[in-house]
């Protein structure tokens, strides 16, 4: 099976723009989604395919892939964003799924 | 009202079993694959299984084949798992989330994703 890289943690400045990244050979085959865990909560999917998001999720989120590696930008963090976001992403084999091992989001 | 509800957690003793449920409700659970997803205490997501629409295709993670069943009751709105053998490792909260469904875009990807997830159950293995 294969796996998908996150970075553990990243911090951005109220109102700055973040990219958090998640690398996997499945990648090139299969678009991630992500999920955004506040603490105590469930995920909440916030981004799958190209760049499509659920309803109710701010149009400050975005993705994008290139290669082996997907990203999730946030553009313009709010201080609510501040959580662990997970990818995922089906194997190379296709039938089974795998998450990154979370990003921690600290807006400062 | 479109929710999943688990239930089912409790404490277990290693080598035992124990069934957990998720109802669904507010949207045509026999249209969706479901999955379920787990995560130990203050560690990450980790996939555990998923099962077609039907009930007909089921694929396990690693760590759980042999051990876990996932399963569905289309009649009754409710995803299964049955979890045997039961190590300390399976600890976690488990969550069961529903499909997107699959799809194919012009660039020639495949993607589905969660759109949606329960409360989660937390499963205690322990002596």
Sequence with gaps: SSELTQDPAVSVALGQTVRITCQGDSLR???????QQKPGQAPV???YGKNNRPSGIPDRFSGSSSGNT????ITGAQAEDEADYYCNSRDSS????????GTKLTVL | QVQLVESGGGV????????LSCAASGFTFSSYAMHWVRQAPGKGLEWVAVISYDGSNKYYADSVKGRFT????NSKNTLYLQMNSLRAEDTAVYYCARSTGNYYDSSGYYYDAFDLWGQGTMVTVSS
């Design chain 1, 70 to 73: 997907a990203s999730l930008t």
């Design chain 1, 29 to 35: 085959s299969y678009y991630a989604s992500w999920y």
């Design chain 2, 12 to 19: 277990v003793q290693p080598g035992r079993s124990l069934r």
């Design chain 1, 94 to 101: 296709g039938n089974v799924y795998v998450f990154g091992g």
């Design chain 1, 45 to 47: 999917l916030v981004i």
């Design chain 2, 70 to 73: 996932i399963s569905r009751d």
